[in-house]
């Protein structure tokens, strides 16, 4: 019997549904408590991810496509667009804040 991609695709759909109603990981169907995974299928899945990713950047890359969201066109003469680049900017001013709150508390207790 032959089966069209569409009917697969489906049947796949509803057993990970029938696995995430039933508390199993959807990938594997082991019993799995928390979330969608467990923790091996979570894992190599978060690889699969990263390996797509780094294959999608080359072609956004070549498209002048934002980096970081693959959605947005990148900022003339950077790999992220305006947002993304905002974004990180706020990240960044956080991290310096951290430090500098870090490198204070430090300083107090070695005074
Ligand atoms: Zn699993
Ligand atoms: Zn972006």
Known sequence: MTRTLTTD???HRRMRERRKAAGQCIACGKPHKGSVRCPACKAKKALYDNKYIARMRVIW????????????NAVKGKTRCGMCLEAD????ALKVARQKRLAEASAQSAA
């Open 89 to 92: 900017d706020d990240r960044y």
């Open 61 to 72: 890359k070549k498209l002048g496509i934002c980096l970081e969201c693959g959605k947005n």
């Open 9 to 11: 695709r489906a049947a």
